[in-house]
């Protein structure tokens, strides 16, 4: 067992004492990979005090050995029937308090937990795997690294292929093919191509709009490595930009750097959204500035710390967060800048680092 293996192990089984628990059922998919490595689709994790085990079924028997031994903490493997809920009955017979992860089980199955296990032993749990993953470790760190260093690939060549008369879902599939041929990744979410008055809508989902000369173009995107993911959006012009797109593609330039620069342990997370968001109000912008500057990235292309003007976070060395501060004028489009930045003991290093030069031209 490595030694982050046995670290982590240790971890859980602090956890339980954390909430006062005798053992915790974990069902969420993201949580049981993180814990276990196994990415099966059908699994279970059960901690206890003395044990971490992954239940499963027969399907998975030579998967989830394999990928637990790559990822090396010191789980068991239990292969069960079905849903594996009697085999938890067996395991849990003299569990006092058992927690349930109560933002990740559906109604019906929270009943049948209460149901085999009485109403008074099951304890629903909030973020408790959570806490732990919005700290990585320097091995998870590397894998986001990796996953920037793809995306940042993907997208310089995708530049070269940007011009008027593609659509929206064109760039989205050739960007996501780039990323499949440099190292056989997916998308870390579904990729945003948003161009002309459609990229006034910060989530815009690509459609069959043809890109125009003139045209505004925001391309929101990411690489999974490993399972870890990236993010980072960069906004162009196809041609000269009027002095209005040039404002635009100034103003949150320099509130992005602003908040990037500001990123560094100690910090309250909703400083840096403050830090930007007082840039563009002071550049006379701040109306158009609708969203949150961030969030952190990990195994889930959103998780802790949020980084908004309600986040009451405070960054840390191992926090791994967004700075994306955008303008949005219906009718005219907008602009967005963004790096995925890991908090060191000193300050900050930008996972994302493709350059940001706006102008294609024609």
Not at 23 to 45: D, E, H, M, Q
Not at 344 to 362: D, F, M, Y
Request: proline share 5%.
């Amino acid at each position: 067992m490595s030694s982050a293996g046995g670290a982590r192990t240790a971890q859980l089984r602090e956890l339980l004492d954390d909430h006062g628990l005798d053992a915790l059922i974990v069902s969420a998919p993201t949580n049981i990979r993180y814990i276990t490595g196994f990415t099966g689709s059908n699994g279970t994790v059960l901690i206890r005090p003395d044990s971490v085990q992954l239940i499963t079924d027969r399907r998975y028997t030579k998967w989830a050995a394999d990928e637990i031994e790559a990822h090396a903490p010191n789980v068991d493997v239990v292969i069960a029937s079905g849903n594996g809920l009697k085999e938890l009955e067996r395991l849990l017979e003299s569990a006092g308090s058992i927690g349930l992860e109560a933002g990740h089980i559906s109604w019906t199955d929270a009943e049948s937990f209460q149901s085999e296990f009485g109403r008074e032993r099951v304890v629903a749990t909030t973020g408790a795997i959570e806490a732990l993953r919005e700290f990585k470790t320097e091995h998870e760190i590397a894998q986001l690294r990796a996953a920037a260093e793809v995306g940042d690939n993907a997208l310089t060549l995708l530049i070269d292929e940007l011009r008027p008369g593609l659509t929206e879902v064109d760039v989205a599939r050739r960007l996501a093919q780039h990323m499949f041929d440099i190292a056989g990744a997916v998308p870390s979410f579904e990729i945003i191509v948003a161009s002309g008055p459609n990229s006034a809508k910060p989530h815009h989902e690509p459609t069959d709009r043809v890109i125009q000369a003139g045209d505004l173009l925001i391309i929101d995107s990411g690489a999974t490595v490993n399972g870890y993911r990236s993010d980072m959006t960069r906004s162009f012009v196809f041609g000269p930009p009027t002095s209005q797109q040039q404002e635009m593609l100034d103003v949150v330039l320099v509130a992005q750097q602003a908040g990037v620069d500001a990123v560094r342990p100690g910090v309250g997370t909703s400083e840096i959204d403050s830090t930007c968001r007082t840039s563009i109000t002071d550049a006379g912008y701040g109306e158009y500035f609708t969203h949150g500057t961030g969030h952190g990235v990990g195994l889930d292309i959103h998780e802790a710390p949020s980084v908004s003007s309600s986040s009451t976070a405070t960054l840390a060395p191992g926090h791994i967060v967004t700075v994306e501060p955008g303008v949005y004028i219906p009718d005219v489009g907008g602009v967005r800048w963004e790096d995925t930045v890991a908090v060191t003991t000193v300050g900050a290093e930008p996972l994302t680092r493709s350059p940001k030069q706006p102008l294609i031209t024609l």
